[in-house]
């Protein structure tokens, strides 16, 4: 679902590289948690991997037919976004102005799923979220836990290969931290996507497949 | 005679009826002696007068007819207002062409004295704007302009024969009542030379006409509706004029003709001696006016037929107001022969006078 | 990817309603006032060429005689019907007349019938109506109209005077083919010649050629042979006329329309950028889940038209509404005078109504345009996590340099500009100096935000005004947003009342000038009755002075409206007892006819004092000498002042159309009776200078009041940007106040902080528009005026008018920043601080 191969970025003005020659993998329902210091780039590899920042070298390669996100112009990158990539955030982003429902309907219709899908795979979504009949409600009335369940609908129903997550449960209590967690974990195995979840949470990291932990050195 | 004026006064001058009973017209005398070129000229005093010109010419391919005519009316009104274009004289003028083919092209103009129209007093000299007939003295020509969209002439008539005198000296007399006459004097075999426009070609034309002019003050009686004219130049250099003026029913009420040969004899045939029988009617598609256009003519000993040029040589005047007759180019067979002018008026419906 | 954009932009305004609605009427009022001014105008325009049409016909030529004292000779009809390529020449004798002792003067046209049937016939009387005497017995026909209105009944005798002359007459019939409202009298030409003259000829003569002829050649051949005091015009001349005479006015508003719009592009800008601040997260957001970074452009774009189409759909209802509401109320007059007898019927246009709908949206388009940029240009990671970055990244400091040079070059182009002369009479190089001195204005106000604030820094404040200068300092494009916009309004409204207060100073000094006399009498044009004039002279009539005016028109130039000629009783030793003189006057020589022309003339035909002139006087070309130039605010296309002495020694008739009266000193009271029982008899106007002058300045008053309606609005918006910036501005800082508050500033003192940030704002702001106000109120009245209306008048800045205007909006603007901190600060710190949107 994802493999990089060489990566390399150094912030513009930067003496030394913030990483070079990165080279990872994640496959088919494979949920992986990278870890690792404040400021050694976790959130600029996962900005480069999104096609947010671009990489001074090396090859980030999404899905199946595995396009290379360094080459790619801006458009065609949130195109790549748009199809094959789902986001989790810290704060949630939920729309504020837009319905639980219009909310998850966004990836629907940047990545052109025709609208009479959507009905259907929302309230799927929904259901298998734990916010059945959210679909109408406003935002504001929703509670964090339930607003980054929202998220994750939204990261997932238009069943991209790759789900990016930056520390999905920082915002949430324990409790409704691990809720949300395993909401993600699950959805996410459902779908044979992969998963990159950047967290400074043991216990999230626990929950994964793998553990990948970036150094100013590299990838362990 | 041409009472065109007579239909078109009391329609274009509503105010006729009340000026005329205090309007000192002159009237023709008997005896009168007509002095030219003096009488050639306008006479204002009179309450009508025209001064006529028809004609044919032939040009390759047929008979070509055509006709200038000036009209001058004294109104009756505002004999003594102090204005240079007091609207005391005004003047009319129609202007035809006859096309073999069956089209008959139609103009006309109106104005009153001193605002772009004027006629002398002295000579035949009348205009409006750039229509003209004008007598030069020397050598007797007479010169006719007219131009229009769709037609232009400018001729030269040059008299072979002297004048001819209508009536006692040129009195004419109209009716019974002595008072129903008109100075009429005639020029007939008038040669004609010049150019007519057509379709803006420029062609050299000639041929003969027939110069009328007449002034009265009153010449049509109570009882006339219309008349009959003819002006027929013979081929053998003669001249022929008759008329008859019908009533109601159609009979007549008073006739005239004169013929003069080609030797200069006139003789001169009174009511009893001039008829006038329809041979053929046409009728006019544009207002149902039946047209005896064939004529039977009986002058004296002489009967004669006319024939028209083309069956259409009905006008319609609108200025101001829609007057139809008949007025065009003839063939005249019979004992006599010649061409000319035949007119009918008082076929469309009653005249109001 | 249109459902996403029309949800949000239903979203945008379901949360900004007043912003968003406020932004829509903004572009509405723009595109409704443009359009307002066209429907009237045109269709008072239509309304005048269908009048003039149907009393002029549609001749191809026209020839008339360049001055009111001439005539067209008799010779000449004559010589013109002659030409061959002429179909019909149609006389026609105009005139003013009163019929009996109704005051008011109508329009007597002479007619040939004849000609007038061919060209004219909407002026032909009813065909057999008279029963006694008709139309060339003198008979007298009226327009339904006028017969309704004057209470005419056909039959009945009437008396039509001018002046000495009298014409006892009958009515004769009505005019049926009149069209309502049409108010004149019709009779045969030679009757209205005997009576009132031209005593040679015809006052006008109308040619119709032949079809097929060139007309415009024709008319350059007679233009040729015409003698010297004729000229020869185009039908359509006239009505171009009067196009022309009233364009300028027109561009007038028309640019003042446009400056409407651009406010409310203006406020469309504040709106947009405000939305693209406060919703920076959610783009960057929609950006990384794969939104095209094309469509953060068109967002903003489409969200512009969201207010423009609407705005400007609306803008056409209102304007249409006005339209109508104005002509029904007013008449076409729109204040310029030049429509003032209309009350032309509105109907709406399609192409123009288009044009201005597309003008609305282009508007609010512009007006989002930079907006749309910058949410294009945002870095999405960061923008997802900080929120607006006011400067895209690399642009950290704009090359100050390059600003600075942009700056100069602007300002070096405005006095170039200036000084270009009108373009075909239109001041456009004037209003391209204004726009100029706008965007000066807007441009210069980075630097004097950074010099005032810049200053403050330095200065020892308490601790909460710091933090606003700080913070204009650090984050300066809002600041600049808030100020642009003040600026702008307020330049506007200064310029509009300095252009106003300094023209109603002049007028009410000119006006001074002009009525040196406590009393006026004048009959509209018309010549005074001659028992009138006579009684006036007599020992018992209580004045000690008396001076008396003839007024005509000559024709300098036939594209150009006619001048007024102003033959007076003046001294020519010492005209300027009488003329407001701008300049020196040169003694009259002896034996020269000597003239002085009003600036108005001076400026179009470039005419100076001394020089010699050609005027066509009585028919003739006559050499006068000019004794000098004065001011008049009367007459906007010129006017040619002669002494009675002179006049007369040219052969001229002296008919008296107006008098000054000085009572004799004790009889003031029985001057204004005598005066008042007199005007009654003779149907004519009588008034004190003081009438006179009151009435001038509300005429004045009343042509202004669609400026001051404009000025209005464009306040209105400039505040309401300032508010609408403020309170963003506020709002986007609303983390940074939090935190503030968490360390220990209370929610006073912050809200201090804020308020003093809009003052300052406010104030740059102000001060900025001050000045391009009052210059662009300079261009007005040295430039624009001069060349749109020949009307120059000393620069006055009316400051009791225009401090009071700055001090409420500084008031305005701090009530609106109050407002936008009370908003923010009402937020619990802990809640911002938490990063919840």
């Given amino acids: 679902m994802l493999s990089i191969v060489g990566l390399s970025k150094r912030h513009p003005g930067a003496l030394r590289p913030l990483f070079s020659e990165l080279r990872f993998a994640i496959g088919t329902g494979e949920v992986v948690a990278l870890v690792g210091e404040s400021g050694v780039g976790k959130s600029t590899l996962l900005n480069c991997i999104a096609g947010l920042e671009l990489a001074d070298a090396g090859e980030i390669r999404v899905g199946p037919d595995a396009l290379d996100m360094l080459r790619l112009d801006e458009t065609a990158r949130a195109a790549l976004r748009a199809t094959r990539i789902g986001f989790v955030f810290q704060a949630f982003h939920v729309l504020p102005t837009l319905t639980v429902a219009q909310n998850i309907a966004i990836p629907l219709l940047l990545s052109g799923v025709t609208p009479a899908e959507h009905p259907a795979r929302i309230e799927s979504l929904l259901l298998r979220v734990g916010l059945a009949g959210f679909g109408p409600r406003w935002p504001a009335t929703l509670s964090g836990g339930e607003l980054q369940r929202v998220a994750i609908a939204r990261a997932l129903v238009h069943r991209p290969a790759l789900i990016l997550a930056d520390e999905p449960t920082g915002n949430l209590d324990p409790r409704t931290a691990d809720e949300v967690l395993t909401v993600l974990l699950e959805r996410v195995r459902d779908q044979h996507a992969g998963a990159l979840i950047v967290t400074h949470s043991q216990h999230v990291a626990q929950c994964c497949d793998r553990i990948l932990t970036l150094t100013p050195d590299g990838l362990e | 005679m041409r009472r065109r004026s007579f239909l078109l006064a009391p329609l274009l001058l509503p105010g006729l009826a009340a000026a005329k009973a205090v309007t000192p017209y002159a009237s023709a005398r008997r005896g009168t002696q007509l002095v030219f070129p003096r009488d050639h000229g306008g006479h204002a005093e009179f309450r009508t007068e025209w001064w006529y010109v028809t004609g044919a010419l032939d040009l390759p391919e047929r008979d070509i007819g055509f006709q200038l005519t000036f009209f001058r009316i004294r109104?009756?009104?505002?004999?003594?207002?102090?204005?240079?274009?007091?609207?005391?004289?005004?003047?009319?003028?129609?202007?035809?062409?006859?096309?073999?083919?069956?089209?008959?092209?139609?103009?006309?103009?109106?104005?009153?004295?001193?605002?772009?129209?004027?006629?002398?007093?002295?000579?035949?000299?009348?205009?409006?704007?750039?229509?003209?007939?004008?007598?030069?003295?020397?050598?007797?020509?007479?010169?006719?302009?007219?131009?229009?969209?769709?037609?232009?002439?400018?001729?030269?008539?040059?008299?072979?024969?002297?004048?001819?005198?209508?009536?006692e000296n040129g009195w004419s007399q109209k009716g019974a009542r002595p008072e129903l006459a008109?100075?009429?004097?005639?020029?007939?075999?008038?040669?004609?030379?010049?150019?007519?426009?057509?379709?803006?070609?420029?062609?050299?034309?000639?041929?003969?006409?027939?110069?009328?002019?007449?002034?009265?003050?009153?010449?049509?009686?109570?009882?006339?509706?219309?008349?009959?004219?003819?002006?027929?130049?013979?081929?053998?250099?003669?001249?022929?004029?008759?008329?008859?003026?019908?009533?109601?029913?159609?009979?007549?009420?008073?006739?005239?003709?004169?013929?003069?040969?080609?030797a200069g004899q006139v003789t001169r045939f009174g009511p009893q001696e001039v008829g006038f029988t329809p041979l053929r009617h046409w009728q006019s598609p544009r207002n149902g006016a039946r047209y005896p256009v064939h004529m039977e003519i009986r002058v004296g000993p002489h009967t004669l037929r006319t024939t028209p040029a083309i069956d259409d040589q009905e006008i319609i005047t609108r200025r101001p107001l829609p007057v139809s007759y008949w007025e065009g180019l003839v063939r005249l067979d019979g004992a006599l022969r010649g061409r000319g002018y035949l007119e009918l008026t008082g076929y469309s419906g009653r005249m109001a006078l | 990817m249109t459902t996403l954009a029309w949800w949000l932009i239903r979203a945008q305004f379901l949360s900004r309603r007043t912003a968003t609605a406020l932004s829509m009427l903004a572009i509405a009022l723009g595109v409704s006032l443009g359009y307002a001014i066209h429907l009237i105008n045109d269709a008072a325009l239509a309304d005048f060429s269908r009048a003039m049409k149907s009393v002029q016909g549609e001749p191809d030529a026209i020839i008339v005689p360049r001055d009111s004292a001439g005539h067209v000779p008799l010779a000449?009809?004559?010589?013109?019907?002659?030409?061959?390529?002429?179909?019909?020449?149609?006389?026609v004798i105009e005139t003013r007349v009163r019929l009996g002792r109704v005051p008011t003067a109508v329009k007597l046209i002479g007619i040939d019938v004849f000609s007038a049937a061919l060209l004219m016939p909407t002026l032909l009387p009813r065909e057999g109506a008279a029963t006694s005497g008709g139309i060339f017995d003198g008979g007298l026909y009226a327009s339904p109209s006028l017969l309704d209105d004057q209470g005419l009944r056909v039959g009945a005798g009437a008396t039509v005077i001018r002046g000495e002359s009298r014409w006892e007459t009958h009515i004769a019939g009505d005019l049926p083919a009149m069209a309502a409202g049409e108010a004149l009298l019709v009779a045969d030409i030679a009757w209205v010649q005997a009576h009132f003259g031209p005593r040679e000829g015809v006052g006008e003569l109308r040619v119709r050629l032949m079809p097929g002829s060139h007309a415009e050649a024709w008319r350059a051949v007679w233009a040729k042979r015409l003698p010297p005091g004729l000229d020869i015009r185009a039908a359509a001349d006239n009505a171009a006329r009067i196009s022309n005479i009233s364009r300028a006015y027109r561009v007038n508003l028309n640019v003042l329309a446009m400056v409407a719009l651009l406010t409310g592009a203006f406020l469309v800008f504040a709106t947009q950028l405000t939305a693209v601040a406060q919703r920076s997260t959610q783009f960057a957001l929609l950006g990384v889940l794969g939104l095209p970074p094309r469509m953060r452009l068109l967002q903003v774009l489409f969200e512009g038209l969201a207010i423009g189409l609407p705005g400007s759909a609306l803008g056409l209802l209102l304007g249409y509404g006005m339209a109508v509401g104005f002509t029904r109320v007013m008449g076409g007059d729109l204040g310029g005078g030049f429509f003032a007898a209309s009350t032309p019927t509105i109907a709406p246009e399609l192409l123009p109504g288009l044009g201005f709908f597309i003008l609305g949206c282009g508007a609010s388009l512009m007006g989002a345009l930079y907006p749309a940029w910058l949410n294009r240009i945002q870095p999405l990671a960061q923008a997802l996590k900080t929120g607006f970055a006011q400067r895209p990244p690399g642009q950290a400091s704009p090359a100050i340099h390059g600003r600075r040079l942009m700056l100069l070059a602007v300002a070096a182009a405005i006095p170039l500009l200036i000084s270009l002369p009108a373009i075909d009479d239109l001041p456009l190089a004037g209003y391209a100096a204004i726009a100029l001195v706008l965007v000066l204005g807007i441009a210069a106000a980075p630097v004097a935000t950074n010099l005032a604030f810049g200053a403050m820094a330095r200065a020892a404040l308490p601790a909460p005004l710091r933090i606003a200068v700080q913070n204009v300092l650090q984050a300066p494009l809002m600041a600049q947003v808030a100020a642009s916009g003040l600026i702008v309004s307020f330049a506007l409204t200064v310029s509009m009342v300095t252009m106003v207060a300094s023209f109603r100073t002049a007028l009410d000094q000119w006006l001074d000038a002009v009525l040196p006399a406590p009393h006026y009498m004048r009959s509209k044009g018309l010549p005074l009755p001659a028992e009138l004039l006579a009684a006036i002279e007599r020992p018992d009539a209580p004045f000690a002075r008396i001076e008396r005016m003839a007024t005509g028109s000559l024709s300098l130039d036939p594209r150009r409206p006619p001048a007024a000629l102003l033959v007076r009783e003046i001294d020519r030793a010492d005209p300027g007892a009488r003329l407001p003189f701008t300049g020196a006057v040169q003694a009259a020589p002896e034996g020269r006819i000597t003239v002085w022309v009003s600036e108005a003339l001076q400026e179009v035909h470039g005419l100076r004092t001394g020089q010699a002139l050609h005027l066509p006087l009585l028919g003739r070309d006559v050499e006068v000498h000019i004794g000098g130039v004065w001011r008049d605010y009367a007459r906007q296309f010129g006017a040619v002042v002669m002494s009675t002495g002179d006049y007369r020694a040219l052969g001229g008739r002296f008919e008296v159309t107006d008098l000054a009266l000085w009572p004799r000193p004790g009889s003031e009271d029985a001057a204004r009776r005598w005066l008042a029982t007199e005007a009654a008899r003779h149907g004519i106007e009588s008034a004190e200078s003081g009438d006179i002058r009151r009435i001038s300045l509300s005429i004045f008053d009343k042509s202004f009041a669609v400026t001051y309606a404009l000025e209005a609005a464009a306040m209105l918006i400039g505040l309401f940007g300032l508010a609408v910036t403020l309170a963003a501005s506020v709002w986007l800082r609303a983390r940074e106040l939090a935190t503030l508050s968490a360390l220990g500033f209370d929610r006073a003192m912050l809200a201090r902080a804020v308020v003093f940030e809009g003052a300052l704002i406010a104030l740059v702001g102000l001060a900025l528009g001050l000045a391009a106000g009052i210059a662009v109120g300079a261009i007005l009245t040295h430039v624009v005026n001069p060349q749109a209306f020949h009307w120059r008048m000393p620069l006055h800045v009316p400051w009791n008018q225009v401090l009071p205007i700055a001090l409420a909006t500084l008031a305005a603007g701090m009530l609106a920043s109050r407002f936008a901190a009370r908003q923010a600060t009402r937020l619990p710190a802990a809640q911002v601080l938490a990063g919840a949107q």
């Avoid at chain 2, 109104?75 to 102090?82: I, K, P, Q, V």
């Avoid at chain 2, 073999?100 to 006629?119: D, I, T």
């Avoid at chain 2, 002034?215 to 049509?220: D, K, P, T, Y």
């Fill in chain 2, 75 to 167: 109104s009756g009104s505002a004999e003594t207002l102090d204005s240079p274009f007091a609207p005391t004289q005004i003047l009319f003028a129609h202007a035809a062409v006859t096309l073999p083919g069956g089209r008959l092209l139609h103009a006309e103009r109106a104005a009153r004295v001193n605002l772009g129209a004027a006629f002398s007093a002295t000579d035949c000299d009348v205009h409006i704007g750039a229509w003209r007939m004008q007598r030069t003295g020397a050598d007797e020509h007479i010169r006719l302009r007219a131009l229009d969209p769709g037609f232009a002439f400018d001729l030269h008539l040059t008299p072979t024969q002297p004048l001819l005198l209508q009536g």
């Fill in chain 2, 182 to 262: 008109s100075h009429y004097v005639s020029w007939p075999q008038l040669r004609v030379e010049g150019q007519l426009t057509l379709d803006k070609t420029h062609r050299a034309a000639n041929g003969s006409a027939w110069f009328d002019h007449e002034w009265s003050s009153e010449v049509l009686g109570e009882a006339g509706v219309g008349w009959d004219w003819v002006g027929i130049n013979l081929d053998d250099g003669g001249a022929l004029m008759a008329f008859r003026i019908r009533d109601t029913s159609g009979a007549t009420v008073y006739a005239h003709a004169s013929l003069r040969d080609a």
């Fill in chain 3, 76 to 91: 000449l009809i004559d010589e013109i019907a002659g030409d061959e390529s002429v179909a019909l020449v149609a006389p």
